[in-house]
């Protein structure tokens, strides 16, 4: 059974840092094209990055481009990502989702969700 558990966010000042972890469980992080995406109320989800199963590939939204770094430890079977110069339009809830098939920043393709870790970013 496949299974993603996010942690480590919460509130944060402008122009701090945050790292998400996402540790997986019953498969494997170099399996499955990994990504993040995150959704703030009242707007639909959307995709923040990716990785590829390689490792060798990553993709970011234009909004993060720059500050945030996905990244994965194969050893841990984990995924992370790390959130620089925050800003308080990265309010959101961030969850970690594994895709079997393509490797897109389109939600609609990842297949396995976690539970989300809400992160908060004050003015």
Not at 14 to 42: E, H, I, N
Not at 70 to 94: C, F, G, H, V
Request: with cysteine; charged share 15%.
């Amino acid at each position: 059974q496949v299974r993603l558990v996010e942690s480590g966010g919460g509130p944060v000042q402008a122009g701090g840092s945050l790292r998400l972890s996402c540790a997986a469980s019953g498969y494997l992080v170099t399996d499955y094209c990994m990504g993040w995406f995150r959704q703030a109320p009242g707007k639909e989800r959307e995709g923040v990055a990716i990785i590829s199963t390689s490792g060798t590939y990553t993709n970011y939204a234009d909004s993060v481009k720059g500050r945030f770094t996905i990244s994965r430890d194969n050893a841990e079977n984990t995924l992370y990502l790390q959130m620089n110069s925050l800003k308080p339009d990265d309010t959101a809830m961030y969850y970690c989702a594994a895709a079997s098939t393509y490797c897109w920043l389109l939600s609609s393709t990842f297949r396995y969700w976690g539970q989300g870790a809400q992160v908060t970013v004050a003015s």
